[in-house]
């Protein structure tokens, strides 16, 4: 059957294009970027061109990841698909711990196969480098001879804009790289393939600890011994963090999901449960799961109450809903309302406040956390001692305002 990301089967695919997530702009929340989609859609179509193997699938990026699955690992299955990794050289990706993991992934499968780094993996300069950044020590630069214009440039911008200009000089060059990319995919993936193997998840496992945490995911929901009425009871689990309001088609906790969501972000986030988030959240930038079933219960709604009360400004609470609670279709509804408005009168915003499904969740999460990160950063009091200057430093008013 034929996708986005060309041909489905169990033979692997082509290419796995590798990226450093961008924080959402201020008032935006979409999690795509729009550049990288154009490129992999294209780059797809001019794979596709060349390609012979109809056993393959073309090419495979974290939009074309199967739903459902535990995300980490997700990413992890197609890296261990993939014939070419295609990592988009930025300032952001060689600061990031994620696309880091990634590629370290990959080359440990081509170290398993004993293939050839430099024909397996072929960068790309997305954007430009800081001054001084050779290129050439990147390997991008191979990918650009002839074409001034992506060294100049690099293939973000000249991506931006072949998406408006029919024809010229720019989409010329635009185009050109993208179809010597694709070339290369298929010489590598036709004449020196590896095959699938075995990839681990590029998802941190092991816990954060408090001392190294510059982010909170906080956790109000029950267990599995007092779920609320009206709920689904497989949502829940022995500790509040092992609910997963989503259980019924991504059996993963939620707090983990969103785990994946800062790592992404290059965010060391450390997960609680309310009530013991408050000493964390006094200190770092928070965002605060909530159960709908369990605010709008009469016995623990107070609790949430009384935790909304005394709320930072940095910390954002967001109320998810499952978006498929068929069973119970009016109580769901009441529910979410009234959790909605208990979190509106605290003071978040209408438009951030509520998540109903998987999709919308993963949608509206980096913009939460980026928004509470540059609360954080513009409002802690002066005389907290961990509080850095603004525009003190680079990482700081990355921190603020973002970048590529």
């Not at 590798?18 to 795509?32: D, F, H, L, N, T």
């Not at 993991?101 to 004993?114: G, I, K, P, W």
């Not at 050839?116 to 990147?138: E, F, Y």
């Not at 109320?319 to 208990?342: C, F, K, N, Q």
């Given at each position: 059957m034929d996708t986005p990301a060309?041909?489905?089967?169990?033979?692997?695919?082509?290419?796995?294009?590798?990226?450093?997530?961008?924080?959402?702009?201020?008032?935006?929340?979409?999690?795509?970027?729009?550049?990288?989609?154009?490129?992999?859609?294209?780059?797809?179509?001019?794979v596709g061109r060349h390609a012979t193997d109809t056993s393959r699938r073309l090419g495979l990026y974290d939009k074309t990841l199967e739903p459902g699955r535990d995300w980490g690992n997700a990413v992890g299955h197609a890296l261990s698909e993939a014939e070419v990794f295609v990592p988009?050289?930025?300032?952001?990706?060689?600061?990031?711990?994620?696309?880091?993991?990634?590629?370290?992934?990959?080359?440990?499968?081509?170290?398993?196969?004993?293939?050839?780094?430099?024909?397996?993996?072929?960068?790309?300069?997305?954007?430009?480098?800081?001054?001084?950044?050779?290129?050439?020590?990147?390997?991008a630069e191979a990918l650009g001879r002839g074409?001034?214009?992506?060294?100049?440039?690099?293939?973000?911008?000249?991506?931006?804009?072949?998406?408006?200009?029919?024809a010229g000089t720019y989409r010329d060059a635009y185009e050109e790289i993208v179809d010597r990319l694709a070339k290369q995919i298929v010489d590598v993936a036709e004449h020196s393939p590896i095959g699938p193997s075995p990839a681990a998840s590029p998802a941190t496992t092991v816990p954060v600890s408090l001392d190294v945490a510059d982010f909170v995911i906080a956790v109000f929901a029950p267990t599995a011994e007092s779920p609320p009425s009206g709920a689904d009871p497989v949502a829940?689990?022995?500790?509040?963090?092992a609910w997963s309001p989503f259980a019924a088609t991504r059996p993963v906790p939620i707090a983990q999901q969103a785990s994946y969501v800062t790592e992404r972000l290059d965010l060391n986030a450390t997960v609680t449960a309310v009530p013991g988030a408050h000493p964390l959240w006094t200190q770092k930038p928070a965002i605060l799961l909530v159960d709908v079933w369990q605010a709008a219960d009469p016995d623990a709604s107070p609790s949430l109450l009384?935790?909304?009360?005394?709320?930072?400004?940095w910390v954002l609470p967001v109320?998810?809903?499952?978006?498929?609670?068929?069973?119970?279709?009016?109580?769901?509804?009441?529910?979410?309302?009234?959790?909605?408005?208990?979190l509106t009168d605290a003071g978040a915003e209408p438009r951030l406040a509520a998540a109903d499904g998987y999709d919308r969740f993963m949608n509206v999460m980096p913009t939460l956390v980026t928004r509470a990160r540059r609360r954080f950063f513009r409002e802690i009091p002066s005389s907290y001692p961990g509080r850095p200057r603004l525009g003190g430093t680079d990482s700081v008013r990355r921190a603020v305002e973002g970048d590529d």
């Open positions: 060309g041909r489905r089967s169990s033979s692997g695919a082509y290419f796995f294009v590798s990226y450093a997530q961008v924080p959402p702009i201020e008032g935006e929340e979409p999690r795509s970027d729009p550049l990288v989609d154009t490129f992999f859609t294209d780059l797809v179509t001019h988009l050289y930025s300032p952001r990706y060689f600061r990031g711990s994620w696309t880091r993991r990634e590629r370290l992934l990959f080359e440990d499968r081509l170290r398993a196969a004993h293939a050839d780094p430099a024909r397996h993996i072929k960068p790309v300069l997305w954007m430009p480098l800081p001054p001084g950044t050779s290129t050439a020590s990147t390997g074409v001034p214009q992506y060294a100049e440039l690099g293939l973000g911008p000249l991506c931006d804009v072949a998406r408006t200009e029919p829940y689990g022995a500790t509040a963090l009384q935790v909304l009360k005394g709320l930072p400004s109320a998810i809903t499952d978006g498929d609670d068929s069973g119970v279709p009016a109580r769901a509804a009441e529910a979410r309302a009234r959790t909605l408005a208990m």
